[in-house]
């Protein structure tokens, strides 16, 4: 099971990156991003190769590319062509394996006094230098003292930049496109909505945004984008980018154009977008996830005292449905509202978190407390029924400042073996360790019930 995990998701893709275009000498890039920091790369190379056993490198991959998940074929012809050995290097990636390029050649280390000490590398190991100065003594220099280096040309061989280096059994001498497919770290994708609800309160005009984060360590350019919706199980996470300079510094772009088409792929939803874009090394790409879609909401409001104290939320519901003016798959991600006035001002008023929402499912966003009605939750008596029975007595208080009416979804949390001894109000719904009611409050006026549950164990 461990090896077909990685296989899926390359399998599950490995359809969207057709047709892809060479731009003459020049790699072509094709991106599928998930939401769990991890990228699918098609990357295709033109290549010239000789007959029998060679020897070719592929520049521009991601330094935090997955190597044991990479596929690689010929386009031209697939018969003609097979992988004998794969090798990953980034010397430039770890200061140890760069340093270790250096033995037996002159460096000069700049100590924190600010000394500098030059000499021929005999030895390194965890950050600790062992020289041998020009009078062939030999000093030892511990890496808390070292400042920086100052090291000469670079050596042959030397990967200043992520590539893997392929031994290839080529048939059919010539050129070939060379296509490698593979998984890598730090680039992932989330959506962010932007929602404005009208001054009648009933309707939201909703737009939903893609933000792309690329982490990856490698550019890719012009690339075929699509999106992955859904939970993709990795067995591990996948690692995350340590940048070596001491701050990150990240871009935010705001693309326009055409959007994302959607469809189902598997248990997930695929968005590929109808043109090219690029997706820089730390850079978060931003880009229109769906034309703007207006939905029927309605406002409603919930006193939850035993985790809300006095405070009574806010609440947007709307149904993700076609007749209410959406019905599209929402990825999760985080909704902000803004309220639109009626001189066309905007105001901000507050924010939630979504899950996945797929079609026909309704959606509640929590926007914030309300300023004008406050709830009290006390219990007034708590008995103990016997050994095994206890009963306790709940009352609960709303008081509404506003000159309207209001409903409010009060609820409570009984645990365990319970019931309700005596009358109730209204009960919305009832589940094993939830009990919702509804109670209406006059405007300019305050409500109050009592409800007493008997638990048992």
């Not at 100065?133 to 040309?153: E, M, N, T, W, Y």
């Not at 591990?236 to 990150?248: D, F, Q, T």
């Amino acid at each position: 099971m461990k090896a077909a995990g990685g296989v899926l998701v390359l399998c599950l893709s490995y359809f969207l990156f057709s047709g892809v275009p060479l731009r003459a000498g020049e790699p072509a890039f094709s991106v599928t991003a998930y939401t769990n920091n991890t990228g699918l790369i098609r990357q295709v190379q033109t290549a010239t190769l000789k007959q029998g056993v060679s020897e070719f490198k592929l520049p521009g991959v991601p330094a935090l590319i997955e190597p044991a998940s990479v596929q690689v074929r010929s386009l031209t012809s697939p018969e003609a062509l097979s992988l004998l050995e794969q090798r990953f290097a980034y010397d430039l990636g770890d200061t140890g394996r760069l340093l270790h390029r250096y033995l037996g050649r002159n460096i000069q280390v700049t100590l924190q006094e600010g000394e500098v000490q030059a000499g021929t590398l005999l030895q390194e190991s965890a950050g600790d230098l062992v020289l041998e100065l020009a009078d062939r003594s030999l000093r030892v220099v511990k890496s808390r003292a070292i400042a920086g280096f100052l090291l000469p040309g670079l050596p042959d061989g030397l990967s200043k930049t992520p590539a893997l280096t392929w031994l290839l059994q080529c048939d059919r001498p010539g050129e070939h496109e060379l296509e490698a497919l593979y998984l890598t770290g730090g680039l992932q994708w989330s959506a962010h909505y932007v929602a404005r609800l009208n001054p009648a309160e009933d309707r939201l005009r909703i737009l939903g945004w893609a933000s792309i984060d690329n982490q990856s360590g490698a550019d890719y350019p012009q690339a075929r984008l699509s999106l992955v919706a859904g939970d993709v199980r990795r067995e591990s996470p996948p690692p995350v980018y340590r940048p070596m300079e001491a701050e990150r510094d990240v871009a935010m772009m705001a693309k326009a154009g055409p959007g994302f088409a959607e469809s189902p792929v598997f248990e997930y939803h695929l968005y590929r977008l109808d043109r090219r874009t690029t997706l820089a090394h730390r850079e978060t790409t931003q880009i229109p996830l769906f034309d703007p879609l207006e939905v029927k909401v309605q406002k409603s409001f919930s006193y939850d005292g035993q985790r809300d104290q006095e405070k009574v939320r806010a609440i947007l519901v709307f149904q993700n449905q076609k007749t209410a003016g959406l019905g599209i798959p929402l990825p999760g991600g985080k909704v902000q509202i803004y309220k639109l006035g009626k001189d066309n001002s905007q105001l901000f008023v507050g924010e939630d978190e979504v899950a996945h929402v797929p079609e026909g499912e309704e959606v509640k966003l929590s926007v914030g407390y309300a300023f004008d009605i406050v709830g009290e939750r006390t219990v007034i008596e708590t008995r103990q029924m016997g050994k095994r029975s206890r009963q306790e007595t709940v009352e609960v208080q709303l008081r509404n400042r506003k000159d309207t009416a209001i409903t409010v979804t009060v609820i409570e949390h009984p645990t365990g073996s319970w019931e309700f001894v005596g009358a109730t109000p209204p009960i919305k719904k009832k589940q094993a360790n939830q009990v919702e009611f509804e109670l209406k409050v006059p405007p300019g006026s305050e409500e109050k019930f009592q409800v007493t549950v008997l638990y048992n164990w």
